[in-house]
């Protein structure tokens, strides 16, 4: 005869699974998402991912292409055309250690050694911007440096535009420069060029920054560098000499 203890040991030996616990028995019942499911599907996504950037990258080498095939942009062209001397005055300061020959508003006067001079302009710079291109060119605004033998005298800023293609457009900027002290070294180079020479050479450099303008979007930025040296006479408040190259000097 079977008993109840004996009857028990049956049922736990015909069991298909061993029994489970109340935290292993609610894992089973929600099913859960498991790890490598969720591992998977995030390979999925950074991998559809890195092939859109793919394409977009590849597409844009495309448009490149056209662009350069079919359009063949053109460096942009930025020239000095023309300088108006509104005012130009050296004003020397002096010691007396020995005579010379100094300049105050272009008149030659006889005077002492000067320790230092006093440079004051005013004069207005027209830019011609040449876009010999198909396609449209947007401009940077600029800084360009005015100097007297590699010292700084003052900033002409050219604001930024847009131009259409294959059109000319004149930019008109201005520099003031008032009583700029030239020092000891450079002065007396200063007082002889405006009294004796009647002339005061001046250099124009700096870079202008433009972008081609296809489709709505812009090119990467190409410079084109301005670098001219001028010649201004005191006596005459006038200019006297221009010279500007592409990219540079050469003389």
């Known amino acids: 005869m079977t008993t109840p203890t ?3 040991e049956d049922r736990h030996h015909h069991l298909p699974y061993p029994p489970l616990d109340g935290r292993r028995h609610r894992h089973y019942m929600g099913r859960p998402i498991s790890a490598p499911s969720s591992a998977a599907s995030f390979r ?3 991998c559809c991912l890195f092939l859109l950037l793919i394409f977009v990258a590849l597409l844009a080498v495309a ?9 063949k942009p053109k460096k942009p062209q930025f020239d000095l055309q023309q300088v108006a001397v509104q005012y130009l005055l050296v004003a020397p300061t002096t010691s007396s250690a020995s005579p010379t020959v100094s300049a105050l508003g272009g008149a030659a006067v006889r005077g002492a050694q000067p320790t230092a001079a006093y440079l004051s302009l005013n004069i207005t710079l027209l830019f011609l911007a040449d876009n010999p291109n198909k396609v449209g060119i947007r401009y940077d605004a600029a800084a360009l440096d005015v100097m007297y033998r590699g010292v700084p005298l003052g900033v002409a800023t050219v604001p930024g535009f847009e131009q259409p293609a294959q059109s000319r457009r004149l930019v008109q900027t201005r520099v003031v420069v008032d009583r700029f002290n030239v020092m000891q070294s450079d002065a007396l180079d200063l007082v002889r060029d405006a009294a004796l020479n009647d002339r005061v050479d001046l250099r124009l450099t700096g870079d202008v920054a433009a972008k081609i303008l296809v489709l709505g979007l812009s090119s990467p930025r190409v410079q084109v560098s301005v670098d001219c040296a001028i010649e201004i006479s005191p006596r005459k408040q006038s200019l006297t000499y221009k010279r500007c190259g592409v990219d540079g000097l050469n003389f």
């Open 6 to 8: 004996n009857l028990a």
């Open 44 to 46: 999925g996504c950074c």
């Open 63 to 71: 448009v490149a292409l056209v662009v350069v095939l079919v359009l």
